[in-house]
T-cell receptor, first 115, second 114 residues
Framework: KAGVTQTPRYLIKTRGQQVTLSCSPI?????VSWYQQTPGQGLQFLFE?????QRNKGNFPGRFSGRQFSNSRSEMNVSTLELGDSALYLC???WGLGGRRNEQFFGPGTRLTVL | DQQVKQNSPSLSVQEGRISILNCDYT??????FLWYKKYPAEGPTFLIS?????DKNEDGRFTVFLNKSAKHLSLHIVPSQPGDSAVYFC?????????????FGTGTRLTIIP
């Protein structure tokens, strides 16, 4: 069974640009969660999608948005990039809503650098 | 406001000895706790979990202890092996059906010295 895949793996952008990251969950998984990992903050929850609907949202500004398609693939978009958005963006898939009830399986992440 | 704290950014332990990783939390509504392990260039993988109705859970070489009154949990690895060298994240969740997102700590980098 293929794992969670994320594309691209590395990305360099400049301030003010926007970026779209993609996540393909494990086959059969309907939930996709997104996290931002930075050295000082650890993993911070961005949002979770289940059956194409956003179910949970973390404390990030509206510049961060996402969506989920009917095949459960998900995209995350960050507009008007800031230097502080440089981070590793991880997505995790699970059969049901993730967290305590359903184990989340993480992808390898997309390393975003904003110059 | 960091609700889950891992105050030791790094820890070095000799192979064969016990590794103890600590985690503190501030939100008294957290009632389910997990540990994840992360190797470089890979995503975190689930290691072990514990519900607040228990104070200990074991899985092979890994044991998690929960002290609810102190809002503290720890992960013990015995004996430590070189393959255990990784970053370990603790995470916590509230019992709030439909909104059970995980809150992660900042991670502890464990290095096992051969």
């Amino acid at each position: 069974k293929a794992g969670v895949t994320q594309t691209p793996r590395y990305l360099i952008k400049t301030r003010g640009q926007q970026v779209t990251l993609s996540c393909s969950p494990i086959s059969g998984h309907r939930s996709v969660s997104w996290y931002q990992q930075t050295p000082g903050q650890g993993l911070q929850f961005l949002f979770e999608y289940f059956s194409e609907t956003q179910r949970n949202k973390g404390n990030f500004p509206g510049r961060f948005s996402g969506r989920q398609f009917s095949n459960s693939r998900s995209e995350m978009n960050v507009s008007t990039l800031e230097l502080g958005d440089s981070a590793l963006y991880l997505c995790a898939s699970s059969w049901g809503l993730g967290g305590r009830r359903n184990e989340q399986f993480f992808g390898p992440g997309t390393r975003l650098t904003v110059l | 406001d960091q609700q889950v704290k891992q105050n030791s950014p790094s820890l070095s332990v000799q192979e064969g000895r016990i590794s103890i990783l600590n985690c503190d939390y501030t939100n008294s509504m957290f009632d389910y706790f997990l540990w994840y392990k992360k190797y470089p260039a890979e995503g975190p993988t689930f290691l072990i979990s514990i519900s607040s109705i228990k104070d200990k859970n074991e899985d092979g070489r890994f044991t998690v202890f929960l002290n609810k009154s102190a809002k503290h949990l720890s992960l013990h690895i015995v004996p430590s092996q070189p393959g255990d060298s990784a970053v370990y994240f603790c995470a916590a969740s509230e019992s709030n059906f439909g909104n059970e997102k995980l809150t992660f700590g900042t991670g502890t980098r464990l290095t096992i010295i051969p």
